[in-house]
């Protein structure tokens, strides 16, 4: 199956601050990537939907000003947790599509964040 | 709404046992049905079903789509400990050009050896 990387896979930061989380689709075009939350032994919640070149679309719920996406080439897109706090330590994950109509979503490994 | 329920919630079952799970689903359109396994981290890809009736197969893993009944099932037969892990079930509601997925609950599977 295709392979999607998240970088970093663990990042611990102080409240406040700003982190970034990338995704790439390493080989294969993704034309849509998806950012999901997770909270322990629950499933996937999904945040946003991003396509490259456009805004991303928010799920309800999601303050699209503090989750700022970006898919800015068909390979890469990143999520910024800015301001972050206690309450935004979660293990995020983003997936990738190769296109529309038919298909499955691949998924990186995801990234577990900590805001102290 | 479109949503996905998944049953049982979790099981322990004994190396060797055959378990099957479940998956049933509302959604105003249907494009496809996923089941992922995921294990210390993100969900990998196991099965994608959009025909009914029409088996799957990878290994000691398979799994079958009933469009009418709305459902799916994920059969593990001589389950060993390496396929603990939580099952995903998810679907693909046909939402435009996104494609986003509708997720279930999952099914947390602790295989004892």
């Known amino acids: 199956g295709a392979v999607v990387s998240q970088h970093p896979s663990r990042v611990i930061c102080k409240s406040g601050t700003s982190v970034k989380i990338e995704c790439r689709s390493l080989d294969f075009q993704a034309t849509t990537m998806f950012w999901y939350r997770q909270f322990p032994k629950k499933s996937l919640m999904l945040m946003a939907t991003?396509?490259?070149?456009?805004?991303?679309?928010?799920e309800q719920g999601v303050e699209k000003d503090k989750f700022l996406i970006n898919h800015a080439s068909l390979t890469l897109s990143t999520l910024t947790v800015t301001s972050a706090h206690p309450e935004d330590s979660s293990f995020y994950i983003c997936?990738?599509?190769?296109?529309?109509?038919?298909?499955?979503?691949?998924f990186g490994p995801g990234t577990r964040l900590t805001v102290l | 709404e479109d949503k996905v329920v998944q049953s049982p919630l979790s099981l322990v079952v004994h190396e060797g046992d055959t378990v099957t799970l479940n998956c049933s689903y509302e959604?105003?359109?249907?494009?496809?049905l996923l089941w992922y396994k995921q294990e210390k981290k993100a969900p990998t890809f196991l099965f994608m079903l959009?025909?009914?009736?029409i088996e799957k197969k990878s290994g000691r893993l398979s799994s079958i789509l009933d469009k009418k009944e709305l459902s799916s099932i994920l059969n593990i037969t001589a389950t060993q400990t390496g396929d603990s892990a939580i099952y995903l079930c998810a679907v693909d509601p046909l939402l435009g050009y996104g494609n986003k997925l509708v997720f279930g609950a999952g099914t947390i599977l602790r295989v004892k050896s």
């Open positions: 959604v105003t359109n249907f494009r496809s």
């Open positions: 997936s990738a599509k190769g296109g529309p109509g038919v298909g499955e979503q691949f």
């Open positions: 959009t025909s009914s009736g």
């Open positions: 991003s396509n490259e070149g456009s805004k991303a679309t928010y």
